[in-house]
């Protein structure tokens, strides 16, 4: 059983049902379950030192859009209202991936976990026609190599350009792909591994 002590933290944000901040206590760690916390230098494997750190629970990502990484510093959009930064942006995740997919995911949750968010709810709704049907597999890849708690939302767009909506024609679905897809997310509620959860629906609708 490997046992972790964060040791004397210069403050511990309980969050707890007092709101109680303890300065120059310890948190004992056992296999991942919080075991004690208090005053005591319990014995551990591993001892962290956090005089300088401040310690609280992790914080909760509840929308993301984390295909969205690798698009987001582009010069020419910077200044765009919605509608023209979608339609821009669309000519690029018209090519999306699942290497796009994979290596977004990881970039996005690991800048979460770096400033403390430990779970993450993702909405993607962009799946190009063709070789998009392993898009949420590469998310969860990439949650359950980071360890973060993620929550996958799968959304869809059914109105392409030549309907009137915003996205090129070969990032919509049709109705039946759609409504194939939603009941099965229905009926896979769980993802068998850690620390992935639930997969709700999630409808996206940006329209002209
Ligand atoms: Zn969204």
């Known amino acids: 059983m490997a046992t972790t002590l964060i040791r004397n933290a210069q403050a511990i944000v309980t969050v707890d049902r007092e709101d109680r901040v303890l300065r120059g206590e310890n948190i004992l760690v056992q296999d991942n379950v919080i075991r004690y916390i208090g005053p005591e230098e319990r014995p551990a494997d591993r001892v962290i030192d956090a005089s300088h750190c401040f310690v609280y629970p ?10 969205q990484t690798f698009t987001r510093n582009l010069p020419k959009v910077q ?113 068998p591994g850690f620390p992935c959860t639930r997969w709700p629906w999630l409808p996206a609708r940006p329209s002209a």
């Open 79 to 191: 200044k765009m209202e919605l509608f023209p930064w979608l339609r821009t942006l669309y000519e690029i995740w018209r090519g999306l991936d699942e290497d796009c997919i994979y290596y977004s995911s990881l970039v996005g949750l690991g800048e979460l976990l770096k400033y403390g968010c430990t779970t993450c709810m993702d909405h993607h709704y962009v799946f190009p026609r063709v070789g998009s049907e392993h898009f949420i597999d590469q998310q969860f890849r990439a949650a359950d190599l980071l360890g973060v708690r993620f929550h996958a939302t799968r959304g869809s767009m059914s109105r392409g350009k030549s309907d009137g909506g915003l996205p090129p024609d070969d990032l919509v679905q049709d109705v039946d792909t759609i409504g194939t897809a939603r009941d099965w997310w229905r009926n896979s509620t769980i993802h």
């Open 58 to 67: 992790g914080l909760v990502n509840t929308h993301h859009h984390l295909y």
